[in-house]
């Protein structure tokens, strides 16, 4: 296949060898490389060295994002631990909690995802949702107002859906799948399951 | 951090993501930043982007092809986060460059990095070529941000007409159009640079 002028141009910025090379795109490679310099050492060592107060907040940032489990977050937050003395200040705190829970649930169910990313494998994805069933329909509904067509299977206790998304996967139909952490799969074959929390 | 134990963390999920999380920023954080300060100009921005992108390996780790390296993999996730941050925002005039040196600064070190063994005559014609470049250059990366950037990122890991239609979500068509307007619009930017370096009829 020839290549035209415009090729031979970004195969030389890309240092690309090709026949009748373009000397623009060469010298435009090497003068983007001057230009382009790294860090200064010092800053580069600041940003590579382990930070903890950055990491804490990428942590945070991934439980906000609901990528890591309630179950997970009780643990790491030490708030399964029993606690045994000021049994009475406890309870009333709890009674406390349970009113403000109370509250806000309706308001927290209307606003945060309820699903969790459990992982992936072999192209499947895996949710964790108190009510699998009603995630499922969710997301067959939100998937056909973006325009896809999903099937819902339910089998040997397992709940979900498949799908096969245009490709290149549309902004919408990409914002559907991010809102419920799904990753979106590169060659359009969607298949998420689905578990209520405790089940494998 | 290696791939496999990156597929790993991705099936087990849960307390795995967490640690997988933090050797992901032990391992990457400092290459990716700098991919972020060169493109959004803003040392904040460039963090923040970093960490989303954590996050956005995370949700697309079933993605991830078990054959392929994995920082390009991740490179590419960052690099269309930052398009999206670069479309999102009017272009701000930096009062520094993307290392945190003024533009002077900068161009010093291009200049000593010129020195040779050339004559003095040489030398300064060099040096006045390269003044010319970085102007040229630096105003395009502040009017266009998104081309700009594109051209280093070929310059740089040499992607493909692929990796940028991917990148940018368009079709191989509206791609190739898009690389042509990086050319028309680096030698518009760049034309006093043409004017010293090239006989225009090379050029065109």
Known sequence: MSMDELDRWFEALAGRGVAGDSEEGRALRAQIRAHTPDLPPDLLAAVAQVDPAREAQLIARARTAGLLSAEHMRLAQGTDTPRRSNFARASLMAATLAGIAIGVTTLWHARVPTETFRGAANGIVELEARDPRALKLRLIQELQGAGVSATGYERLDRVGLDADLPLPVAPNVRRVLEQHHIPVPSDGALVVEIHAPGVE | ?204
């Not at chain 2, 050797?23 to 991919?35: G, H, M, N, P």
């Not at chain 2, 956005?56 to 960052?78: M, N």
């Open chain 2, 1 to 204: 951090m290696d791939r496999d134990a990156f597929i790993r963390a991705c099936r087990e999920g849960g307390t795995a993501i967490e640690r997988a999380l933090r050797e992901l920023d032990r391992s990457f954080f400092a290459k990716l930043y700098q991919i972020g300060v060169q493109t959004l100009h803003d040392a904040d921005a460039a963090r923040d982007l970093v960490q989303d992108t954590f996050i956005k390996v995370w949700q697309r780790c079933a993605t991830f092809r078990g054959d392929s390296e994995l920082l390009p993999w991740i490179k590419a996730i960052l690099r269309h986060g930052a398009i999206e941050r670069l479309r999102r925002r009017n272009t701000e005039v930096p009062l520094e460059d993307d290392q945190g040196l003024t533009s002077e600064a900068a161009l010093r070190i291009v200049n000593l990095s010129l020195e040779g063994n050339d004559t003095p005559e040489q030398a300064a014609q060099q040096r006045e070529r390269a003044q010319a470049f970085h102007r040229g250059w630096a105003q395009f990366q502040k009017d266009d941000p998104l081309h700009a950037s594109v051209m280093t990122w070929i310059v740089e890991d040499g992607l493909s007409n692929d990796d940028i239609a991917q990148l940018l979500e368009r079709s191989p068509g509206a791609t190739r159009e898009f690389i042509s307007q990086c050319r028309k619009r680096v030698r518009r930017y760049l034309a006093e640079w043409y004017a010293l370096a090239w006989n225009s009829s090379e050029t065109r």
